[in-house]
């Protein structure tokens, strides 16, 4: 059995991973493409594109303009089968097209001998708004959008306080309001 998530295999893996989030927030095409293994046999699943050897990632790139900001990591795995082959999957809190949009990404890096790591399939997608949210995920979510870290020993509490003050508020935000309400009457002394 393949040794799983060897600790000098991931901090390599983390490190890569890290330098690549930096030349997307660049837009360094370069970089980006050169992250890819260079193969027809390379794919890369975008959001709206699906691309597929080298010469469709590289023309993707080069024509390319960066359509999010505020990008935040609000998770990573990181999982090492062996020492040559890892996968990685990452949640993000970004803006895109000025909309907040929650992200996932994943990688699965190859090492070759003659080249080291290359990425050698990816895929990028916004994750659809489940309903309902669980408080623990809106307060991860939430602490990324903002970015403001929450500490693992809090993120019990805070989930737990988000969720009374839902049931609070639940029953006035259920209660009717007639079309034409009437105001209040206007006291002055």
């Known amino acids: 059995m393949p040794v799983i998530n060897d ?12 330098a690549y989030e930096a030349a ?11 992250f890819f293994w260079s193969s027809p046999h390379v ?15 590289s023309a993707y790139r080069q024509n390319h303009k960066l359509v999010f900001s505020n990008r935040k990591m609000i998770r990573r ?3 090492a089968v062996g020492e040559e082959t890892v996968s990685v999957m990452s949640e993000f809190s970004q803006t895109v097209f000025g909309q907040p949009r929650h992200s996932r990404q994943s990688q699965v890096w190859v090492r070759f001998p003659e080249l080291g ?22 307060a991860d979510q939430t602490s990324a959008a903002v970015g403001l870290p929450l500490a693992a020993a809090h993120r019990p509490g805070v989930a737990g306080n988000l969720s009374r003050m839902a049931a609070v508020a ?20």
């Open 7 to 18: 600790p000098s295999v991931c901090a390599e893996i983390a490190a890569l991973h890290d």
């Open 24 to 34: 997307l927030a660049a837009n360094d095409a370069e970089a980006l493409v050169n």
């Open 43 to 57: 794919v890369r699943f975008g959001v709206a594109e699906h691309l597929y050897g080298t010469e469709d990632i």
């Open 77 to 79: 795995t990181i999982v």
């Open 117 to 138: 790591w290359k990425i050698i399939a990816a895929h990028v997608s916004n994750a659809l708004v489940a309903s309902p949210v669980s408080w623990d995920t809106y």
């Open 170 to 189: 639940g029953p006035l935000l259920d209660f009717p309001l007639p079309d034409n309400p009437e105001p209040a009457s206007i006291f002055t002394a």
